[in-house]
C-alpha cells in the first residue's frame, strides 16, 4: 500500500465537522427557530379556532338534518359541566336532543342524540341567539314564546380578538354557514 491510499484511508476514517462548522449550524438555526416558532404559535391557534367552531356548526348541521329526517323537532343546547341537561353555557359542550315540546330542554322524554366536548379554557363563544337553537320537523327554526324565531349568529373569539375570531350565522328558514369576517367580540 502506498502512502496516497493511507492518506484517503485516514481521511475517511475520521472525517466529520469541526467544531467551527457545529457551531455555525447551531447559530444559524437557532436564528430560523427564533423567526419561525411565534408564526407556528399563530397557526396553531387558528387551526384551534376553525376547529372548534366546525364542531358547531357540525352539531347545528346535525340536528337540522335530525329534524327532518325523523320528523320530529331537535335542539342544540349549550350544555351542562357534565353534560346532562342543558344550561346554555357553550363553553361545556353541547348536546343534540329530541325537542318534541320545543322547550330547548332536555326532558326525561326527550331522546339524547350526540354530544360534543367544550371548547378550550381561553376561547370565548359570545351569542346573540338563546341558550338553544332548535329545528322543527320540517329543518326551520323554531319560534320563541315572543314569536321570534332563533336566527343570529355565533361567535369564537380567543385573546387575540376580532381580527382572528370565527363564526357561525343561523338564517331565519334554518340554514346555518361559516360567518365572514368582521365579527365583533364583546
Known amino acids: 500500500m502506498d502512502y496516497s491510499s ?3 484511508q485516514a481521511r475517511k476514517l475520521y472525517s466529520g465537522f469541526t467544531l467551527i462548522e457545529l457551531l455555525i449550524t447551531l447559530a444559524v438555526a437557532s436564528i430560523l427557530l427564533t423567526v419561525a416558532v411565534p408564526g407556528f404559535s ?13 364542531s358547531l356548526h357540525t352539531a347545528i348541521a346535525f340536528a ?7 320528523g320530529v323537532s331537535v335542539s342544540v343546547c349549550g350544555s351542562t359541566p357534565n353534560q346532562a341537561g342543558c344550561d346554555g353555557s357553550w363553553h361545556n359542550g353541547w348536546l343534540v336532543f329530541t325537542d318534541p315540546d320545543e322547550n330547548g330542554v332536555l326532558d326525561a322524554g326527550d331522546s339524547r342524540l350526540r354530544v360534543w366536548e367544550g371548547i378550550e379554557p381561553n ?6 341567539v338563546l341558550s338553544y337553537v332548535g329545528f322543527d320537523s320540517q329543518g326551520f327554526l323554531q319560534q320563541r314564546q315572543d314569536n321570534r324565531d332563533l336566527a ?3 361567535m369564537l373569539c380567543d385573546d387575540r380578538g376580532a381580527p382572528e375570531a370565527r363564526g357561525i350565522q343561523i338564517s331565519s328558514n334554518g ?7 368582521g365579527i365583533v367580540c364583546p
Open 175 to 181: 340554514r346555518s354557514r361559516m360567518a365572514p369576517g
Open 152 to 154: 343570529g349568529t355565533f
Open 123 to 128: 376561547r370565548l363563544i359570545y351569542s346573540n
Open 64 to 70: 337540522r338534518d335530525e329534524a327532518v329526517r325523523r
Open 6 to 8: 493511507q492518506n484517503i
Open 42 to 54: 399563530g397557526f396553531f391557534q387558528d387551526n384551534l379556532l376553525r376547529t372548534q367552531i366546525q
